[in-house]
């Protein structure tokens, strides 16, 4: 499975954007995927997971209610909607699939990763 993370880029704090992470592999529709991010300085953070069905999805504390994660099985994509932006979003955003155990929030747990898509919001 390959994955290519976009949708990344500068925005005003308080928009909006919309991360995609399209998949390649007939195996994508079967995998959980995580949304995680690095900001400047900092080690890389979960973000938010949802399983391969799409049910219970869930966040870190400093972005619920105001990301969402969502998966396209038909077309190999989950997104992270990502509304009412903060400066201390800014980050590279990596999308990770295939949660090897139940420990999902830890980076080390998924076997794919994309490349990152930076996100700059600017305050």
């Known amino acids: 499975v390959q994955l290519q993370a976009s949708g990344g880029g500068l925005v005003q704090a308080g928009n909006s954007l919309r991360l995609s992470c399209a998949a390649s592999?007939?195996?994508?529709?079967?995998?959980?995927v995580a949304w995680f991010r690095q900001g400047p300085g900092k080690e890389r953070e979960f973000v938010a997971y949802?399983?391969?069905?799409?049910?219970?999805?869930t966040y870190v504390d400093s972005v619920r209610g105001r990301f969402t994660i969502s998966r396209d099985n038909a077309k190999k994509t989950v997104y992270l909607q990502m509304n009412s932006l903060r400066p201390e979003d800014t980050a590279v955003y990596y999308c990770?699939?295939?949660?090897?155990?139940?420990?999902?929030?830890?980076?080390?747990?998924?076997?794919?990763w994309g490349q990152g898509t930076l996100v700059t919001v600017s305050s």
């Open positions: 592999g007939h195996a994508f529709s079967s995998y959980s």
């Open positions: 990770a699939a295939q949660a090897r155990n139940s420990d999902y929030r830890r980076a080390t747990t998924y076997g794919y």
């Open positions: 949802i399983s391969w069905t799409g049910e219970s999805p």
